[in-house]
Structure formats: structure tokens, C-alpha cells
């Protein structure tokens, strides 16, 4: 047991107050605040590129949160998550296009829309499991596709549609370093929303469901009310995402929003550990920053043996693919609890050294 | 005393097998009911019918006077029914003290906005006040050492406990519990017995107990029924119960008078000597 070996020796709480807070330790706080205050000043040092790949995670993490609601905390599943997410995208686009709605409000706008969208396929999808459950958010991604490409009113068809920049009030934000700013702004709030949700009355029957349904059902929880809930805060959370990525983008199309996408998002919450919030943020990182990693890589292997042998610079975008799915399966095997189950038993080894028996 | 819950004529059919016939009879509130019978006798079917996880095929429930014959497993929680499992239903990856507090579901108000709102909207003050009610809860079963253990790593005998925890933390009027001592040593099966005593004259609630120890259910329960291929064969006090022929031939076994007599046992012992 990891958990409570983490505790401090010495470190006593004298009220339910102190021991029900979002951090385990005053320490832990303070970390997560110097590292939100670091990110802060992250537009001041990087580059463009290094900006985007951050807001990339911000973005992807959001939507990926709503995932995890679903699949790690309800015990569901979806692969239309990104169905949800592109939903979001051409929803807050529509909004800022043709009502006189600034984006400020629009994203949030997009987020309910989409979850009430979510809510409806929640419907028949509360009722079924497994792989039944499977095939049905397979069909809510096909569906919503579809939609995308007939409906020219809302999406533009086949021609990408435009989204205005972010604007509050009449200042339009221009350019990743301010645009930055709101990713976080999002990023930080959607969590501390989970995290709120996670250790209150519905956050803990969602969890109840995921473990044991039958007698989550004899406790009072209504089975069907909280399974299509967790699909609207799913899609409500995809589709935040999907928003902010439109006003991030300036246009949004279908592609690279297939089902492949919803299975990237389920990669994210595996890699990071199913059922943890930081987990979540750990996991997205993980696989954006993995392809960067692989150029890196092969950059360096540039004229080697390696190289040479598989021909890196022409293959590497299967390889990428391949790494992807490799790593899956070797988390899969090896981590099922994912980076955060790893990233406590690091704690918990230099906690203890160098006397860890 | 006012009835608690009346079954009336309940009958459960699945396909082919019948697991109940027509099985009525009524309980007083503030009682401690016991269900006995031999295994496959229908006792777990009847309490699945009482907290709603089976249908009956024919005939009614009442409880505290109101037909809740239609209504859902979780409906039936928030009129004040708790039960415990035969086989443990623990939430096995949550803490033990997020298990008793998924107990209090049915009592807390805030919801996925004021939750997620937590400090703004009162969420904070009111899961606190819930907190002490349910540390209560853990104080009474002895659970404090484990408040904090995932509840899949305790060991069996502190699961029926915690899950007797999560039964209580609904503060039901009528509590049932399917063998609730099932697979315990001596120690623990006392201590069990006088939580379940506890529950009944100190909490006041309605108890009905399904349990294969028949020391216990003599010693604790106010009435028995017993149950056999589905028929109600018995109900009455523990005393006319055991002594019942019926209840003897299907449950209990009929003794061998001439070892097991002591006067007997006493005579046979002296004409030797």
C-alpha cells in the first residue's frame, strides 16, 4: 500500500476539515502552486514551438479528463470521444460566427450543447455494457461524423469552417503567448472541478457504480440517472476541449478526428492511469510529447546503423503509429494502473530511502 | 406494535424453478426476524424481493403500510431499507470510509454542480457534517484503524463489518442481513451478534436476519421463520420453532433419541456399571 506510507510521520489532522483537502500534505500544496506559478511565466521562455505543444496538452488533457470520468471513474466506455470533441470545435465556431456572442462565451456555451448531445446518446448507452457499449459510442462517433459532413450550415461540409480568435469584452487575444493564459485558465479549473466532483456525493456514486452496480443500486444510487450523467460531463469536457482547440486552430475540420482519435484519448487515460485525475494530465503529456520524442530520436540517429536500417526519415510516421500501440500494450501489461500508480511508488521509494525495508 | 413490512403472497418464478410459493407473513416494527432453511430454501430470494433486486413473480409488499411492490432497489433505499450481502458487494477500490459514506447517499443534497462547486456552495459544510455521522458509524463497528484502507485489502471478517458500516450509514428503519456471520470464527460471530443486538435496542431499527447459526438465531431473534423448498413451513417464537416436527425433519434433523438423551446416555451408563 502506497497510499498511506506516504503520510508523514507526525503529520496529524484534528478535524474532518483538515482531512478532507485536495492535497495530502501542506508541501504537496505548495508544489502544485509553484508549478502552476512556473507555468505562468512558460510564454516568457519558450519558444512557439515548445508553447504549442504545451497548449496541445492543455487542450487534449481536458477532453481527456472527460474521458476518464467515464471510463476510469464510471467504469464505462466510449470510443466517440472524439466525436464529442469535434462537436464542441463546430459548435463554438457556429455560435461566435452567427450569434453576437463573444468567444469567452461560446466556449462554455459549446461545452453545454455538447453535453446535452453527450446526454442524449447516454440514454441507450446507460442501459448497455461492455461491448454492446462499445459498438453504441462507435455509432455516436459514425453518427455525429456524418452530421459534420451533411450539415454545410453548421460545419462548412467538406470546407473547413473558420472560428474567430478568442476575444473578452471587445480585447481580442492574438497569437500562443496570450491564447496560452486561457488553456490554463481552463485547464485549472476543469480539475479542481473533478476533483471536487470526485470527493462529493456524486463523484463517490459514480465510483460506487464502476465497482459494484448491483449494490451501488441497493445504496440509493439510481443507475440509470448517474451512468447517462457521466456521459454529459464526458461530452461537456470533450467538448470545452473541442472549443478551446477551435479558437486555438482558427478553423476546424474533420480531419484527424476520426476514431482514431477516440482511441488516442482512451490511450491517454491508460497510459496516465484510469480512475486519477493527475493521471489524466501525466498520460496526455505522455502521448503528445511522444511522437515529438520519436523525431527527436531519429534526428539524432540521423546517418547511423539504425538509421539506415529502417530508413527512419521516410518511415517515421508508421513508426510513430507503432509506438503508440506498442506502448499501449506494454502499459497494459506492465502498468495497468498507469503512470500515476508509478509516479506514487517513485514517492514512495525516496520517501523511504535509503531504508526501504 | 405497528407492521413494518408485509409480504403478502409473494411467489417467484424463474422459468421452470420455483423459488418461492406463496409466501406471506408480516413484521413488527422494531423486531428482530429471522429467516432459516436449508440451503436453496429461498431465504436470499426473499430478501432480493424485500430490497427490490428480484420482482416477484405474484403477490405484494408492503412497507410501513405503502405497496412497494413496483418501486426500484434504490427507491426502496431511500424509504429507510438497508441490507447486507451474502457475498461481499463491497465498492472494493474506494477507501473503507468512502464505502459508508456511499451509504449516505439517499441523505446528502448536494449534487454534480454544488459538488463540483464544493467550497461556493455549501457541498464542503455539508459532506463535514455527513463525515461526523459516519465516523460515528465507524466508531460503533471498530473500523477506525482501517478508515483509511482500500476496502478490496481488508480481511473477511472486517468486510461484513464494513459492509454492515455501509448498510447502517443509510439510517434504515428495516435492515436486512443475509448471513451476516457466514464464515466467521467464534470471536467474530459474538461480536457480530452484538452489533446486531445493538442495531435492533439501541438504534431502533427493524432487523431481519438470514442465518445458519442456530445458537445465535435462538439466542437474539424475537421470531423465526423457516423456509423450505420455497414454503414458509414455521414462524413463531425461537422456542416453538425448534421445537416444530416439520421444522426438524427439513432443517434442523431429527436427533437419535437414545445417544443423545442424557438421561439415557445416564441409564445406559449405570445398567453397564
Redesign the interface.
Given at each position: 500500500?502506497a497510499?498511506?506510507a506516504l503520510i508523514p510521520a507526525g503529520d496529524f489532522r484534528t478535524s474532518?476539515?483538515a482531512d478532507?483537502t485536495i492535497f495530502p500534505t501542506t508541501t504537496s500544496r505548495n508544489f502544485a502552486i509553484a508549478g502552476v506559478a512556473l507555468l505562468c511565466l512558460a510564454p516568457q521562455f519558450f519558444s512557439g514551438y515548445w508553447l504549442s505543444i504545451l497548449i496541445q496538452i492543455g487542450i487534449f488533457s481536458i477532453a481527456a479528463l472527460g474521458l476518464n470520468i467515464l471510463v476510469g471513474f464510471t467504469g464505462q466506455i466510449s470510443i466517440g470521444h472524439a466525436a464529442f470533441f469535434l462537436l464542441g470545435a463546430f459548435t463554438s465556431a457556429y455560435i461566435s460566427n452567427n450569434a453576437p456572442i463573444p468567444v469567452f462565451f461560446a466556449i462554455p456555451l459549446a461545452g453545454l450543447v455538447t453535453a446535452l448531445v453527450g446526454l442524449i446518446f447516454g440514454i441507450p448507452a446507460a442501459r448497455l455494457k461492455g461491448l454492446y457499449l462499445v459498438i453504441a459510442t462507435l455509432a455516436a462517433q459514425y453518427i455525429l461524423l456524418d452530421f459534420f459532413s451533411r450539415a454545410e450550415w453548421f460545419s462548412g461540409g467538406s470546407v473547413p469552417a473558420s472560428a474567430e480568435p478568442f476575444s473578452v469584452f471587445g480585447y481580442t487575444l492574438r497569437g500562443d503567448r496570450q491564447y496560452f493564459y486561457v488553456v490554463l485558465a481552463y485547464v485549472l479549473l476543469s480539475y479542481i472541478?473533478?476533483t471536487?466532483?470526485m470527493?462529493?456525493?456524486?463523484?463517490?456514486?459514480l465510483?460506487?457504480i464502476?465497482?459494484?452496480y448491483?449494490?451501488?443500486?441497493?445504496?440509493?444510487?439510481?443507475?440509470t440517472k448517474y451512468r447517462t450523467?457521466s456521459f454529459g460531463?464526458a461530452a461537456f469536457f470533450a467538448g470545452i476541449a473541442g472549443a478551446l482547440y477551435a479558437h486555438y486552430q482558427l478553423v476546424v475540420s474533420q480531419e484527424g478526428f476520426g476514431i482514431e482519435r477516440s482511441i488516442l484519448f482512451l490511450a491517454m487515460i491508460i497510459i496516465g492511469g484510469t480512475?486519477s485525475i493527475m493521471g489524466t494530465l501525466m498520460g496526455t503529456a505522455f502521448v503528445v510529447l511522444l511522437p515529438e520524442s520519436m523525431e527527436w530520436i531519429s534526428l539524432h540517429l540521423k546517418g547511423g546503423a539504425i538509421d539506415k536500417a529502417l530508413s527512419l526519415n521516410t518511415n517515421i510516421t508508421f513508426l510513430r503509429e507503432i509506438a503508440i500501440g506498442v506502448i499501449i500494450i506494454a502499459f497494459l501489461m506492465f502498468e495497468p494502473d498507469g503512470l500515476a500508480h508509478r509516479w506514487r511508488q517513485i514517492k514512495a521509494y525516496w520517501k523511504l530511502y535509503p531504508f526501504s525495508h | 406494535m405497528a407492521t413494518s413490512l408485509e409480504v403478502r403472497g409473494v411467489s417467484l418464478r424463474f422459468g421452470g424453478v420455483r423459488a418461492l410459493t406463496d409466501v406471506s407473513f408480516a413484521i413488527r416494527e422494531g423486531e428482530l426476524f429471522s429467516i432459516i432453511g436449508p440451503n436453496g430454501a429461498g431465504k436470499t430470494s426473499i430478501v432480493n424481493c424485500i430490497?427490490?433486486?428480484y420482482k416477484p413473480t405474484e403477490g405484494q409488499l408492503f412497507y410501513q403500510g405503502r405497496d412497494i411492490t413496483g418501486l426500484?432497489?434504490?427507491a426502496r433505499?431511500?424509504l429507510g431499507i438497508?441490507?447486507t450481502?451474502q457475498n461481499l458487494?463491497?465498492?472494493?477500490?474506494?477507501s473503507v470510509l468512502?464505502n459508508v459514506?456511499?451509504?449516505r447517499?439517499?441523505l446528502?443534497?448536494?449534487?454534480?454542480l454544488?459538488?463540483?462547486?464544493?467550497w461556493l456552495t455549501g457541498?464542503?459544510k455539508e459532506?463535514?457534517e455527513h463525515?461526523?455521522k459516519v465516523?460515528e458509524i465507524i466508531d460503533f463497528l471498530d473500523l477506525q484503524s482501517v478508515r483509511?484502507?482500500?476496502a478490496g485489502?481488508l480481511s473477511y471478517g472486517l468486510r461484513k463489518r464494513v459492509e454492515l458500516a455501509?448498510a447502517m450509514a443509510?439510517e434504515p428503519r428495516l435492515i436486512l442481513l443475509d448471513e451476516p456471520m457466514a464464515g466467521m470464527n467464534f470471536e467474530e460471530k459474538e461480536d457480530m451478534a452484538r452489533y446486531i443486538v445493538d442495531l435492533n435496542e439501541e438504534f431502533g431499527m427493524t432487523v431481519v436476519m438470514i442465518e445458519h447459526d442456530m445458537g445465535v438465531v435462538m439466542d437474539i431473534s424475537h421470531r423465526v421463520m423457516v423456509l423450505d423448498f420455497g414454503k414458509k413451513i414455521a414462524e413463531g417464537d425461537p422456542a416453538t420453532v425448534l421445537a416444530d416436527p416439520h421444522v426438524r425433519r427439513a432443517y434442523l434433523g431429527e436427533e437419535d433419541e437414545v445417544l443423545v438423551d442424557p438421561d439415557d446416555a445416564s441409564h445406559a451408563q449405570e445398567s453397564a456399571a
Open positions: 500500500m497510499g498511506p474532518y476539515a478532507t472541478l473533478v471536487n466532483l470527493r462529493t456525493r456524486d463523484g463517490r456514486a465510483v460506487a464502476r465497482d459494484h448491483l449494490s451501488a443500486e441497493i445504496m440509493g444510487i439510481n443507475l450523467l460531463l480512475g | 430490497s427490490g433486486r426500484t432497489p434504490n433505499a431511500s438497508g441490507r450481502f458487494a463491497l465498492f472494493h477500490h474506494m468512502d459514506m456511499v451509504g447517499h439517499h446528502l443534497k448536494n449534487n454534480f454544488t459538488g463540483s462547486l464544493y457541498a464542503r459532506e463535514l463525515r461526523r465516523e483509511k484502507a482500500t485489502t455501509r443509510l
